[in-house]
Structure formats: structure tokens, C-alpha cells
């Protein structure tokens, strides 16, 4: 990788990190100002960076809660997406409030999949639409708590 391609990334990684920190004190707006527009091509480039870190680290939780949780697959995945939403509300709070931007289409899709094949809801053979369709069930029941 070139040291520009590096910078970019060292670079995006930066304004990502300063603008997880700041989204718990915001009540869902995307955050936008002269920073994050010399990073990121537009607020489509960017909701799809920030869904990528949820998603990341859910991906994350999920494993871990599947390989140590008590209960159920369904209890387990649910337990793992309440606590991330939890500890990062500020995130959760612009992913749900921007849900249907067309930017985060196959995103949400692809999340809900893995919710539903972690869970043990659907497989990796079910068509991806029935998959998310299925966790959107799912995720409808899951709500962080108050």
C-alpha cells in the first residue's frame, strides 16, 4: 500500500474515531462539518463508514456471546446486539434514524443475514432476503434498555 493510501486510511480512521466520541452527545443527526467532508466524499460515504464499524464490532460481540453465552443462540445474538447498542448509543441512535437511506440498503440487509444465521433462524443456503427478513423480526424485539 502507498504511504498516500496509508495516510487516507490513517486519516479516515482519525475522523471516524473523533466522530464515534461525539455521536453519544447527538440525538441522531449525521454529523457533517468541513473535517468529515475532507475525509469522506459525501454522508452516503460516511453512514456506510460508520455502519461498517457497527457492524464490525457486532460481528464481534455475536462470536464471542455464541461461544460464552448461556441460554439459546436467539437469547445469545439478542443479549450481544442490546450490550453493543448499550455501549454505543450515540452510533446505534444515527444507524437507526438514517435505517432507510438508500446508502445503507445492503448494509442493514447483510447485518440482519448474519443476525439470522447467528441465531440460528435461517441458513446460509435461505435466499439473503428471507434471511433479513427474518432478523428484522429479530432485531424488531431487540431494543437497547432503558
Known sequence: MSSAAWQTYHQKAATVRDLL??????DGELPWDTATAEVFADQSDLLRELHQV???????????ALETGHGGPVDSV???WRELADEMPGLR????????HPALQHSVRTERRLLAVAAGLATLDDP??????????L????APAA
Open 93 to 100: 441512535r444515527v444507524l437507526d434514524s438514517h435505517e432507510g
Open 54 to 64: 457497527w457492524t464490525r464490532r457486532l460481528s464481534a460481540r455475536v462470536d464471542q
Open 78 to 80: 439478542t443479549a450481544a
Open 21 to 26: 466520541a461525539r455521536l453519544d452527545a447527538s
Open 128 to 137: 439473503p432476503w428471507a434471511a433479513a427478513a427474518t432478523a428484522a423480526r
Open 139 to 142: 432485531t424488531g424485539r431487540i
